[in-house]
Each structure stands twice: as structure tokens, then as C-alpha cells.
């Protein structure tokens, strides 16, 4: 959900010709162009040292783009402001909580530096508490709390100074994957009621499709693709985003009088680009069919029962790719099947 500044308390963010080279020579960010509505969760995904820490710290006020680079709120330059006077709320994989206080002090603790009176901080803290559902947690001290109740806390202090954005790093990394998932519902739960504007860093793309009302995806410092998860996922800017985001299948072929031949055999696939020698598609824009009734041919090399589906390895030649097929189907190791792919669904690569 995209909330317009008038409707939201959230910031709109614009990060210009922001690049970022450290004292050691370390270039982390090429020149980057990057606007955040107001209201908005942006997800800033990729592998391990591409720059989604970097530009989240450009954002705080943590770090500073090199010269010739700006980061407006609201249209306001912020560039040189540090972060005490940005007001936004962190969160990182590590909590970053005081374990010598409460859950209540720690969460009251933003408001405490900010000189607001002891009672109305109480009440503040108390009302996020309840909004995070740990209100019963209040007196604990930190180390009496799991790894998911101490995150509760780390988003409950962040929100408590009410800012004008939020900016997660990895905020679930450190927890199981149950409680990954559980909790990642909760965030998208209440991101979207307060229609904050939010910052969230993972390396996760089941967390980033679930999460984003757009994605960046990052790579070697630069931008490789912006769009909505679904725009990412089905129409991937490029094999690098293609493989990052989901599982991806690769078809490889020569283009002969209009019809695109493979190990497997040849289809009709109007209006790709001619240069490419590649078709991408995800498991699911593939249907597994009798033999006689598709021009692709492959045989079944591995079957693994997932349950609600069944993901089926098949193989022509070098060719191998992933398939999914309903739970019931009946399908062996060895099996010769057809394959008819969706046309909309396939990406020239
Ligand atoms: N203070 C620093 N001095 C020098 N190089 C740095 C510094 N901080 C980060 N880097 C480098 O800048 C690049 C980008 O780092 P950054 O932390 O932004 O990546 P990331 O995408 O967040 O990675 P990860 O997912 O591993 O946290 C990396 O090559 C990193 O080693």
C-alpha cells in the first residue's frame, strides 16, 4: 500500500547521485538515483556486500555520500544532518538493546534523550508495547526474553519516537525460520497500518517479495532492477536478477526460421529479442503433459514430494530444469514427459 505524503506521517525520501567510496578506497556505492514514497516499504535486496548497509546508513545519516551526492525528506536536503536530528527509527539483526534495563526502559529510552516528561513517556512506550503485543514483557529485563520477543522490542523502541521512517537491516537473520516467517507477517502487518515509510535491508527474497511494495535489486553497488515483487519476479531485467530472485529455469537454444530450437526440441516464440540464445521461466509457467501432446520432450530425473506439490527435475541433454506438478500426479524417474510453457511467462536472456 502507497500512501501520498498528505495521508501519512511518513517521510518521502530521495537519495541523488549518492556514491560512496571508503577511506580505504573501497568503492560500496556507485552514483545511485533512488526515490521512496511516502507510506512505502522498499526492500533493498541483494548478495552479501553489494551496498544495501551502505545506502541504509546514507539514509540515517550514519554515513555520508561522497561529494555531489544529496538525500532529501520531504524535499528538504538532509545531507548534512546526522541521524539524532533525522528522526528515524533502526533496527538490526543484532538488537542493539540495553540488557541492563527493562523492555519499558528500553523502549521509553529514545523519548527519554529527546527530554520528553517521564509519565507521557511511560505512555507512549506503554501504547506501542500493546501494538507489539508484549505489553506483558513490560518489566523483564532483556536477557529474560527469546530472540523473537527481543526483536518485538528492538521495532517497539524504533517506533516509540514515532519517525518519520523506519529503517530495518536484517531484522530477522538471527531468528528460526518459523519464527522468520511469523513475525515477518506481523511486520508487514503493522508497517502497512502505520503506513510508515519503510527501509528494509535482507538478502532474503522470500522475505523481500512478501514484504515490498517494491524491490531494489542490488548488485556490485549499482541498481540493477526496481520494481514491485511482481514485476521482479516475472519480468527479471536480467539473468543476474533473474537467478537472484526465485528459482529460475535456462533454456538454451538457437533461433531457426522463427522458431527457437533446444536439446528438447524446437517452439514458436514470437517477438523475443533475436539476440539472445536464452529463454528464462520459473517453475511454475511450466505444465508437465503426456509426450505426444508437446513439442518439448524431457525425461524425469529426480522427484521430490514437497507435500501441497511435487518438484520434478527433468533433463534433455545438457538441459536440465525444475518443474512443479500437482501432489497426485503420477511421475517416475526415467518417465519421458512433455513440457508446455507459458509464452507470456518466458524471458529472453
Ligand atoms: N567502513 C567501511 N570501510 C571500507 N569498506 C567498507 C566499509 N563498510 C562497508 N564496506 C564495503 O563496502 C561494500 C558494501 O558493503 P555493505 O555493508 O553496504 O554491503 P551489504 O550489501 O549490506 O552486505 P551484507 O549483506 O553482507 O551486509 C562491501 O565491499 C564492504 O566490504
Known amino acids: 500500500m502507497m500512501t501520498s505524503s498528505s495521508t501519512s506521517r511518513g517521510a518521502a525520501i530521495r537519495l541523488a547521485r549518492c556514491a560512496k567510496t571508503f577511506a580505504d578506497g573501497t568503492r560500496a556505492l556507485e552514483p545511485l538515483d533512488l526515490s521512496i514514497e511516502a507510506g512505502e516499504t522498499l526492500v533493498l535486496l541483494g548478495p552479501s556486500g553489494c551496498g544495501k548497509t551502505t545506502t541504509l546508513r546514507i539514509i540515517a545519516g550514519l554515513e555520508a555520500p561522497d561529494a555531489g551526492g544529496t538525500v532529501t525528506f520531504d524535499g528538504v536536503d538532509v545531507t548534512r544532518l546526522p541521524i539524532e536530528k533525522r528522526h528515524v527509527g533502526m533496527v538490526f539483526q543484532s538488537y542493539a538493546l540495553f540488557p541492563n534495563m527493562s523492555v519499558v526502559e528500553n523502549v521509553a529510552y529514545g523519548l527519554r534523550v529527546r527530554g520528553i516528561a517521564k509519565a507521557e513517556r511511560l505512555r507512549s512506550a506503554a501504547e506501542v508495547l500493546e501494538m507489539m503485543r508484549i505489553a506483558p514483557l513490560a518489566a523483564r529485563r532483556i536477557d529474560q526474553l527469546s530472540g523473537g520477543q527481543r526483536q518485538r522490542v528492538a521495532l517497539a523502541r524504533a517506533l516509540a519516537v514515532r519517525p518519520r521512517a523506519i529503517l530495518l ?29 519503510a527501509i528494509y535491508v535482507t538478502h532474503d527474497q522470500a522475505e523481500a517479495l ?126 519421458v514427459v512433455g513440457l508446455i510453457l507459458d509464452p507470456s511467462c518466458l524471458v529472453p536472456i
Do not use: W
Not at 176 to 193: F, K, M, V
Not at 229 to 257: C, H, I, K
Open 169 to 197: 537491516d536484517e531484522p530477522l537473520t538471527a531468528l528460526d525460520a518459523a519464527l522468520r516467517e511469523h513475525l515477518r507477517t506481523e511486520i508487514d502487518a503493522l508497517l502497512r497500518s502505520l503506513a510508515i515509510t
Open 210 to 335: 512478501a514484504l515490498g511494495d517494491r524491490i531494489v535489486v542490488m548488485r556490485q553497488g549499482a541498481i540493477a532492477q526496481i520494481g514491485t515483487p511482481r514485476e521482479v519476479y516475472f519480468q527479471p531485467a536480467d539473468a543476474f536478477v533473474a537467478g537472484f530472485v526465485g528459482t529460475t529455469n535456462r533454456l538454451d537454444g538457437s533461433r531457426r526460421d522463427g522458431r527457437f530450437e533446444t536439446a528438447a526440441g524446437a517452439i514458436a516464440h514470437a517477438g523475443a529479442d533475436s539476440a539472445k540464445t536464452a529463454l528464462a521461466f520459473r517453475p511454475e509457467s511450466a505444465r508437465i503433459c503426456r509426450p505426444e501432446e508437446a513439442p518439448l520432450r524431457f525425461t524425469v530425473t529426480q522427484v521430490h514430494f514437497l507435500g501441497p506439490r511435487q518438484r520434478v527435475v527433468l533433463t534433455a541433454g545438457d538441459t536440465r530444469i525444475i518443474v512443479e506438478a500437482g501432489p497426485q500426479e503420477p511421475l517416475f524417474v526415467g518417465d
